[in-house]
C-alpha cells in the first residue's frame, strides 16, 4: 500500500484497505472461541516514491455466523493463537 501525507492519506481509507487486503489474501487464520475467525496477513507501507514506512500483520477478526468483521487493528505480530490451531 502506498501512504503519503501529501496526497492526503487518511486512517479510515487505510483500515478498510488492509481489512480488504487481509480478507481476499490471508496468510493464515484460526478458528476461536465463541464462533470467531481470526484472519491475518503480512502488509507493508510505503511513501509514493517507494520510500518503505512500515510493516506489520494485521489481525482482522470475523463471525462465522454471518461473515461480519467484529474488530480489525494493526500489530507488529500475528495476534491469531488464542485457542486453535493454524489453517
Request: net charge negative; proline share 3%.
Amino acid at each position: 500500500m502506498i501512504a503519503d501525507r501529501e496526497s492526503g492519506f487518511h486512517w479510515d481509507d487505510f483500515m478498510a484497505d488492509f481489512v480488504q487486503y487481509v480478507l481476499a489474501t490471508p496468510d493464515r487464520y484460526t478458528v476461536e472461541y465463541g464462533g470467531k475467525r481470526c484472519y491475518t496477513g503480512y502488509f507493508q507501507l510505503y511513501r509514493s516514491d517507494w520510500t518503505f514506512l512500515y510493516a506489520f500483520e494485521p489481525t482482522v477478526i470475523v463471525s462465522v455466523s454471518n461473515n461480519r468483521v467484529i474488530t480489525a487493528y494493526p500489530t507488529t505480530t500475528e495476534d491469531c493463537s488464542r485457542h486453535a490451531t493454524w489453517n
